[in-house]
């Protein structure tokens, strides 16, 4: 992505939690949550500079931001959609967002998390991420590999 070229963000409705899951695996800024719909979905984008993503088919009336309709109810067709649609490039940036919040992942000691993991995670695992936003800890080997092998599953190579 150039210099000039904003950063993309998206705002995604309350039918979307697969879909806004996945961006998120694949790197993208995305908020989602249950008080993201209709006037307060528009507010968020709007205020936040994101592109809505929706599949409620009124909420062009409402004078909305840009937005994407999703044409599927199927989150694979769904992530398909936005991929393809915004030139999404993913392999660079897979796991950089916290699933849960989209808080940005950030490197964390194996010591520090001593307490924070199971057993069996910290004695198997070298390597551990964390997110500021929610305090989740995540370890790369066992979630990166189940996503990565879910992706795939999707079509994604
Ligand atoms: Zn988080």
């Given amino acids: 992505m150039s210099e000039s070229t904003p950063q993309l963000k998206f705002a995604a ?3 979307l939690g697969r879909l806004a899951k996945w961006l998120r ?3 993208q800024d995305v908020i989602y949550g249950r008080h993201l719909s209709g006037y307060g979905l528009i507010r ?3 205020q936040q ?3 809505i993503l929706t599949r409620d088919r009124g909420l062009r009336l409402r004078q909305p931001p840009e937005f994407v309709f999703i044409e599927s109810n199927d989150f694979r067709e769904q992530l398909r959609q936005v991929v393809e649609k915004f030139s999404l490039t993913w392999r660079d940036d ?3 967002r916290c699933l849960s919040c989209n808080g940005l992942l950030q490197p964390r000691s194996k010591d520090s998390v001593r307490d924070r993991v199971p057993e069996y995670v910290f004695s198997t695992q070298e390597i551990f991420f964390w997110c ?3 305090r989740r ?3 790369p080997a ?3 590999q189940k996503m990565l092998r879910e992706l795939q599953q999707l079509g994604f190579r």
């Fill in 13 to 15: 409705d309350r039918m």
């Fill in 25 to 27: 695996v694949i790197g």
């Fill in 44 to 46: 968020a984008a709007r």
């Fill in 49 to 51: 500079g994101r592109v």
């Fill in 94 to 96: 897979l796991f950089r």
């Fill in 132 to 134: 500021a936003g929610c």
């Fill in 137 to 139: 800890i995540y370890w």
């Fill in 142 to 144: 066992t979630h990166h």
